[in-house]
């Protein structure tokens, strides 16, 4: 099982960084469990991309983030599609089963109810 987190815009960091704690605590409890972030791109020449993924590596602050991190540069609305996300707004909390299938969300920044609904979902499918 994987905790995505999808930010589309550089403010949208904050927001994800509000769920890292609970994140790596669950991580920790439950050693199947994973989490990751994306940050969402729109394909780019690869020049481009590679001063982004500089610019990222430098402000990556939480603790092991870096190793978790994938920058997708892509065609965003195929991906919106697919994951049933509607707007880029937001960033958004997935949890993803092994078959890869999303069976819970969630948008914006971690308070102590979403974080209590992600840990009694984590809970209860471990």
């Given at each position: 099982?994987?905790?995505?987190?999808?930010?589309?815009?550089?403010?949208?960091?904050?927001a994800?960084?509000?769920?890292?704690?609970?994140?790596?605590?669950?991580?920790?409890?439950?050693?199947?469990l994973?989490?990751?972030?994306?940050?969402?791109?729109?394909?780019?020449?690869?020049?481009?991309?590679?001063?982004?993924?500089?610019?990222?590596?430098?402000?990556?602050?939480?603790?092991?983030?870096?190793?978790?991190?994938?920058?997708?540069?892509?065609?965003?609305?195929?991906?919106?599609?697919?994951?049933?996300?509607?707007?880029?707004?937001?960033?958004?909390?997935?949890?993803?089963?092994?078959?890869?299938?999303?069976v819970?969300?969630?948008?914006?920044?971690?308070?102590?109810?979403k974080?209590e609904?992600?840990?009694?979902?984590?809970?209860?499918?471990?």
């Amino acid at each position: 099982m994987n905790i995505v987190f999808v930010a589309f815009q550089r403010e949208q960091q904050l927001a994800v960084n509000t769920w890292l704690p609970t994140a790596t605590l669950l991580e920790n409890l439950h050693k199947e469990l994973r989490y990751y972030e994306l940050p969402i791109h729109s394909s780019i020449n690869p020049i481009v991309r590679w001063f982004l993924n500089r610019a990222m590596r430098v402000g990556i602050r939480y603790p092991g983030s870096r190793e978790k991190t994938i920058a997708l540069y892509i065609d965003k609305d195929p991906f919106c599609k697919a994951l049933d996300i509607s707007g880029e707004e937001f960033n958004r909390i997935l949890v993803l089963n092994d078959e890869a299938r999303i069976v819970w969300r969630s948008e914006g920044s971690c308070d102590v109810e979403k974080a209590e609904s992600l840990s009694d979902f984590i809970k209860a499918a471990f």
